[in-house]
Protein backbone atom coordinates (compact mmCIF):
# COMPACT_ATOMS: atom_id res chain seq x y z
CA UNK A 1 0.00 0.00 0.00
CA UNK A 2 1.10 3.58 -0.38
CA UNK A 3 0.28 7.13 0.34
CA UNK A 4 -1.66 8.93 -3.04
CA UNK A 5 -3.65 11.84 -2.74
CA UNK A 6 -4.61 12.02 0.41
CA UNK A 7 -5.07 8.33 1.35
CA UNK A 8 -4.14 4.95 1.04
CA UNK A 9 -4.49 3.00 -2.11
CA UNK A 10 -3.15 0.21 -3.55
CA UNK A 11 -0.85 -0.75 -6.47
CA UNK A 12 0.70 1.81 -8.78
CA UNK A 13 1.04 5.78 -8.16
CA UNK A 14 -0.31 7.19 -11.82
CA UNK A 15 1.35 10.51 -10.68
CA UNK A 16 -0.75 13.63 -10.82
CA UNK A 17 -2.69 12.65 -13.98
CA UNK A 18 -4.29 9.14 -13.30
CA UNK A 19 -2.73 6.41 -15.46
CA UNK A 20 -3.71 7.38 -18.89
CA UNK A 21 -2.15 11.00 -18.71
CA UNK A 22 -4.11 14.15 -19.56
CA UNK A 23 -6.20 11.96 -22.05
CA UNK A 24 -5.81 9.15 -23.65
CA UNK A 25 -3.92 8.35 -26.77
CA UNK A 26 -4.90 6.60 -30.30
CA UNK A 27 -4.70 3.16 -29.49
CA UNK A 28 -4.92 3.09 -26.23
CA UNK A 29 -7.45 0.87 -24.93
CA UNK A 30 -9.31 1.20 -21.52
CA UNK A 31 -7.26 -1.30 -18.71
CA UNK A 32 -3.81 -1.02 -21.06
CA UNK A 33 -1.02 0.91 -20.25
CA UNK A 34 0.88 1.73 -23.42
CA UNK A 35 4.24 1.38 -22.33
CA UNK A 36 6.39 1.80 -25.39
CA UNK A 37 6.43 4.51 -28.34
CA UNK A 38 8.27 3.85 -31.37
CA UNK A 39 11.77 4.57 -30.26
CA UNK A 40 14.24 6.87 -32.34
CA UNK A 41 18.04 8.25 -32.07
CA UNK A 42 19.22 11.27 -33.89
CA UNK A 43 22.28 10.77 -34.95
CA UNK A 44 24.65 13.70 -37.18
CA UNK A 45 25.95 12.94 -40.21
CA UNK A 46 29.82 12.15 -39.96
CA UNK A 47 32.05 13.54 -42.61
CA UNK A 48 34.94 12.13 -44.48
CA UNK A 49 37.41 12.50 -41.72
CA UNK A 50 34.73 11.72 -39.06
CA UNK A 51 34.25 15.31 -38.03
CA UNK A 52 30.26 16.19 -37.25
CA UNK A 53 28.04 17.80 -40.19
CA UNK A 54 26.65 20.49 -37.23
CA UNK A 55 23.56 21.36 -39.60
CA UNK A 56 21.89 18.21 -40.61
CA UNK A 57 20.50 15.93 -38.34
CA UNK A 58 18.99 12.11 -39.04
CA UNK A 59 16.46 10.69 -37.32
CA UNK A 60 16.48 6.84 -37.50
CA UNK A 61 14.16 4.87 -36.22
CA UNK A 62 15.05 1.94 -33.88
CA UNK A 63 12.25 -0.48 -35.65
CA UNK A 64 13.42 0.46 -39.31
CA UNK A 65 17.30 0.44 -38.04
CA UNK A 66 16.71 -3.34 -36.91
CA UNK A 67 15.18 -4.50 -39.86
CA UNK A 68 18.26 -3.34 -41.52
CA UNK A 69 20.44 -5.00 -39.09
CA UNK A 70 18.33 -8.31 -39.07
CA UNK A 71 18.37 -8.08 -43.04
CA UNK A 72 22.48 -7.56 -43.44
CA UNK A 73 22.53 -10.69 -41.00
CA UNK A 74 20.63 -12.66 -43.63
CA UNK A 75 22.66 -11.37 -46.50
CA UNK A 76 26.23 -12.67 -44.69
CA UNK A 77 24.41 -15.73 -43.84
CA UNK A 78 22.99 -16.65 -47.43
CA UNK A 79 27.29 -15.66 -48.57
CA UNK A 80 28.63 -18.11 -46.54
CA UNK A 81 30.90 -20.82 -47.38
CA UNK A 82 28.76 -24.29 -47.75
CA UNK A 83 30.82 -25.72 -45.13
CA UNK A 84 29.29 -28.14 -42.06
CA UNK A 85 31.21 -25.49 -39.15
CA UNK A 86 29.27 -22.50 -41.48
CA UNK A 87 26.13 -24.14 -41.59
CA UNK A 88 26.27 -24.59 -37.73
CA UNK A 89 26.88 -20.73 -37.04
CA UNK A 90 24.99 -19.56 -39.66
CA UNK A 91 21.81 -20.99 -38.50
CA UNK A 92 22.97 -19.84 -34.90
CA UNK A 93 23.73 -16.17 -36.18
CA UNK A 94 20.31 -16.81 -38.56
CA UNK A 95 18.04 -17.40 -35.40
CA UNK A 96 19.81 -14.48 -33.01
CA UNK A 97 20.94 -11.81 -35.55
CA UNK A 98 16.99 -11.87 -36.39
CA UNK A 99 15.66 -12.15 -32.89
CA UNK A 100 15.62 -8.62 -31.85
CA UNK A 101 13.81 -7.09 -34.62
CA UNK A 102 11.04 -9.60 -33.43
CA UNK A 103 11.28 -9.06 -29.98
CA UNK A 104 11.49 -5.20 -30.11
CA UNK A 105 7.85 -5.88 -31.74
CA UNK A 106 6.95 -7.76 -28.50
CA UNK A 107 7.97 -4.98 -26.42
CA UNK A 108 6.54 -2.02 -27.87
CA UNK A 109 3.41 -4.12 -27.06
CA UNK A 110 4.59 -5.42 -23.78
CA UNK A 111 1.49 -5.53 -21.07
CA UNK A 112 3.19 -4.21 -18.42
CA UNK A 113 6.91 -1.67 -18.02
CA UNK A 114 7.89 -5.19 -16.29
CA UNK A 115 7.17 -7.26 -19.17
CA UNK A 116 9.08 -4.36 -21.54
CA UNK A 117 11.96 -4.92 -19.43
CA UNK A 118 12.17 -8.23 -20.05
CA UNK A 119 11.28 -8.25 -23.35
CA UNK A 120 13.99 -5.48 -24.20
CA UNK A 121 15.82 -7.91 -22.16
CA UNK A 122 15.58 -10.79 -24.56
CA UNK A 123 17.14 -8.24 -27.28
CA UNK A 124 20.02 -7.57 -25.53
CA UNK A 125 20.61 -11.40 -24.77
CA UNK A 126 20.22 -12.22 -28.36
CA UNK A 127 22.49 -8.98 -29.75
CA UNK A 128 25.19 -10.38 -27.60
CA UNK A 129 24.98 -13.71 -28.86
CA UNK A 130 25.35 -12.20 -32.51
CA UNK A 131 28.74 -10.34 -31.44
CA UNK A 132 30.18 -13.26 -30.64
CA UNK A 133 29.16 -15.11 -33.53
CA UNK A 134 29.81 -12.81 -35.72
CA UNK A 135 33.10 -12.72 -34.24
CA UNK A 136 33.89 -16.30 -34.53
CA UNK A 137 32.77 -16.08 -38.54
CA UNK A 138 35.37 -13.50 -38.95
CA UNK A 139 37.97 -15.41 -37.05
CA UNK A 140 37.55 -19.29 -38.86
CA UNK A 141 36.59 -17.12 -41.48
CA UNK A 142 33.10 -18.65 -42.80
CA UNK A 143 32.46 -15.75 -45.34
CA UNK A 144 34.75 -15.01 -48.48
CA UNK A 145 34.83 -10.97 -47.93
CA UNK A 146 35.89 -10.51 -43.83
CA UNK A 147 35.39 -6.60 -44.79
CA UNK A 148 31.25 -7.52 -44.80
CA UNK A 149 31.54 -8.61 -40.77
CA UNK A 150 32.84 -5.06 -39.49
CA UNK A 151 29.94 -2.86 -39.95
CA UNK A 152 27.86 -5.43 -39.19
CA UNK A 153 30.09 -5.97 -35.84
CA UNK A 154 30.21 -2.11 -35.13
CA UNK A 155 26.37 -1.55 -35.74
CA UNK A 156 25.81 -4.68 -33.34
CA UNK A 157 27.41 -3.06 -30.74
CA UNK A 158 26.00 0.07 -31.28
CA UNK A 159 22.60 -1.85 -31.09
CA UNK A 160 23.79 -3.48 -27.23
CA UNK A 161 24.44 0.56 -26.34
CA UNK A 162 21.06 1.68 -26.89
CA UNK A 163 19.08 -1.33 -25.62
CA UNK A 164 21.63 -1.51 -22.59
CA UNK A 165 20.74 2.22 -21.37
CA UNK A 166 16.86 1.75 -22.83
CA UNK A 167 16.38 -1.05 -20.07
CA UNK A 168 18.89 0.59 -17.79
CA UNK A 169 16.15 3.81 -18.10
CA UNK A 170 13.16 1.48 -17.89
CA UNK A 171 14.13 0.04 -14.78
CA UNK A 172 14.47 3.39 -13.06
CA UNK A 173 10.71 4.31 -13.99
CA UNK A 174 9.42 0.49 -13.22
CA UNK A 175 7.15 1.42 -9.63
CA UNK A 176 7.40 -1.26 -7.33
CA UNK A 177 4.50 -2.64 -6.75
CA UNK A 178 3.76 -4.76 -2.72
CA UNK A 179 1.30 -7.59 -3.17
CA UNK A 180 -1.61 -6.72 -1.72
CA UNK A 181 -1.94 -8.26 2.07
CA UNK A 182 -4.64 -10.61 2.68
CA UNK A 183 -7.90 -9.25 4.14
CA UNK A 184 -8.49 -11.75 6.55
CA UNK A 185 -6.80 -14.76 8.42
CA UNK A 186 -5.94 -17.28 6.13
CA UNK A 187 -6.56 -20.62 7.39
Known amino acids: MRWWRGGWAWGVNHGMHG ?3 RGRGQGEE ?3 LNVQQPTSNAQRPRGEEGEEMPNEVRRYDLDDRLLEYSASVVRLVENMTGTKAANHVGGQLLRS ?3 PYFNHGE ?6 PRDFVHKMGVCLKELRETKR ?12 DRTTIDPLLLETEELIKIFFVSIRTAKKNVVRESPPEPYGKVL
Open 19 to 21: RYG
Open 30 to 32: KGR
Open 97 to 99: GTS
Open 107 to 112: AEAAES
Open 133 to 144: ALKLTRKVPLVQ
